[in-house]
């Protein structure tokens, strides 16, 4: 077989490949999204919600404080990011476990902000 044909017949075919999985997938994620619909509804694979109290401390000194609710079990310390005090970044990584009424602690330290230094070379 000559390589134009080839590339052709491969051409044919990657198209084929694509057009039906197109055309499928939206077949098959409605379908699983109403398996998963009714395990939920069934009581199956539902975690139980819980009450988690943070404290974002930088040292000694507690920044904010408050109370999260979340699914219990085992979370990454990211998920917590988006109430991280303005000015303020997250020094921790890692994972924690929740469960209710648990006190997390999390580190954080004030963002420096950059300083201009003008350099004159005589």
């Given amino acids: 077989m000559g390589k134009k044909k080839l590339v052709k017949v ?8 694509l ?3 197109s055309t499928m997938l939206p077949a098959f ?4 999204a109403m398996n998963q619909t009714d395990a939920v509804a069934a009581g199956e694979n539902q975690k139980d919600m819980c009450t988690i109290n ?3 401390m930088d040292g000694d ?3 904010k404080s408050d109370s999260y609710n979340v699914e219990e079990g085992v979370h990454n310390y990211s998920v917590l990011e988006k109430h991280v005090p ?9 994972d924690f476990y929740a469960e209710d009424g648990a006190n997390i602690d999390v580190a ?3 963002v420096v902000k950059g300083t201009i230094i003008n350099v004159v070379f005589l």
């Avoid at 491969?10 to 490949?17: D, E, G, L, R, Y």
Wanted: hydrophobic residues 50%; contains cysteine.
């Fill in 19 to 21: 057009l039906v999985t």
């Fill in 10 to 17: 491969s051409a044919v075919c990657i198209a084929a490949a």
């Fill in 29 to 32: 994620a409605a379908e699983g």
């Fill in 86 to 94: 303005e000015g303020y970044q997250m020094t921790r990584t890692g």
């Fill in 54 to 56: 943070v404290r974002f």
């Fill in 108 to 110: 954080v330290e004030k």
């Fill in 61 to 63: 000194t507690v920044i």
